[in-house]
């Protein structure tokens, strides 16, 4: 089996101590360019199976009353805004402070942060764009609603919405979009990651807002598969290395994408050590096979500077997509303080 972008990712190497990079296990059943949906789990299941066992009008029952709850559940929390509240930027960085709290109370999960499934959220909620149609994009929070939700490359994700409801239930106000996307800037400012510049004005949509299954890169493709799927969103060559440099966080499960293990030694702190370990090891992977990818690999390998300047402007493009300009709330982009910044200042 042979892995274009994902190198092998390193299974559990802190605990183990180990310094080579076994191959990750892959199931070919799995994440491919467009998914099945996942079998769904607990009253989801039973619900589908009762769906099925009363034929394709139940189901489609099942479809539409799921996908009206979240669309009611978002109208009846917008309902409890205040009139005429109009927030600042002081209310977004409460916001921003609350996520970053939640972030620290993964505890056992994981490599103790919910970090890089909440950026993942994020890019997973903008990547979805198509700048010819100007369909998706990060403007709707669509990923609420079903299928989009059970599309494959969205496993696990459910976790990540489910935390997320936790801080907009405290900030009714604010819609999905901007919550999910201030999450991505969160977790990568609060794991030590550069700060990435933000808008709020991103608008709830409803489930016919959703794109197709399909959207979003296939780690088993090669090189004219990433620039097929990161072009239609209006990124390069250069962009699309940096935004894969986010893989310095976080790993891989075997029960989302099939694939197991950390990129990384240290998951939980942006780096540019992604980069680093593609050129230690011997490897088969994109960004090094490809002439192109490989000079911004490089060069990202030798200048973490350089990758937090890139990393931090497109990702704050990457989480605009789709957004029309005049739905902004400020011309410019925010930075959000970190909470250390903010624990300094106090001092
Ligand atoms: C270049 C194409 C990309 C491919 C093929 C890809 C693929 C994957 C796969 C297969 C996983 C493992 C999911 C799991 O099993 O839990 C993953 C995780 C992750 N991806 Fe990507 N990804 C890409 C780009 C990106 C971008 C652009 C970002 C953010 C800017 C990103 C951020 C992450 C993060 C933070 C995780 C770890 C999630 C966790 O620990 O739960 N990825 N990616």
């Not at 360019?33 to 394709?56: D, F, M």
Request: hydrophobic share 35%; net charge neutral; with cysteine.
């Amino acid at each position: 089996m042979s892995f274009s972008l994902l190198r092998a990712p390193l299974r559990r190497a802190a605990a183990t101590g180990a310094r080579s990079i076994p191959r990750a296990q892959f199931r070919s059943s799995y994440r491919h360019y467009s998914t099945p949906p996942p079998e769904a789990k607990s009253n989801n299941n039973l619900l589908i199976g009762l769906g099925a066992v009363a034929g394709i009008g139940g189901l489609s029952f099942y479809y539409y009353s799921s996908t009206r709850d979240a669309e009611l559940k978002s109208g009846l929390q917008a309902a409890k805004v205040k009139a005429n509240f109009v927030p600042t930027k002081e209310d977004y960085q409460k916001v921003y402070n609350k996520i970053a709290e939640l972030l620290d109370e993964a505890g056992e999960y994981d490599d103790g942060s919910y970090g890089p499934l909440i950026l993942r959220l994020a890019w997973h909620s903008s990547g979805t764009y198509d700048k010819e149609t100007k369909t998706g994009g990060s403007n709707y929070a669509t990923m609420r609603f079903q299928p989009e939700s059970l599309h494959g490359a969205n496993n696990g994700l459910n976790l990540a919405r489910d935390l997320m409801e936790k801080v907009k239930s405290e900030f009714p106000w604010i819609s999905y979009g901007d919550l999910w996307t201030l999450g991505g800037v969160a977790a990568i400012q609060e794991m030590q990651g550069p700060k990435v510049p933000w808008r709020a004005g991103r608008i709830d949509g409803v489930a016919t807002d959703a794109t197709p299954d399909g959207r979003l890169p296939d780690a088993t493709q090669g090189a004219d598969h990433l620039r097929n799927i990161f072009g239609r969103m209006g990124f390069n060559d250069q962009e699309i290395v940096a935004l894969s440099g986010a893989h310095a966080l976080g790993r891989c499960h075997t029960d989302r994408s099939g694939f197991v293990g950390p990129w990384t030694f240290s998951p939980t702190t942006l780096t540019n050590e992604y980069y680093k370990l593609l050129f230690n090891e011997t490897t088969d992977y994109v960004l090094v096979q490809d002439k192109s990818f490989k000079k911004y690999a490089k060069a990202y390998a030798q200048d973490s500077e350089l990758f937090f300047r890139d990393f931090a402007s497109v990702v704050s493009r990457l989480f605009e997509l789709g957004v029309p300009t005049q739905q902004w709330v400020t011309p410019e982009p925010w930075i959000m303080k970190s909470l250390e910044e903010q624990h300094e200042e106090k001092k």
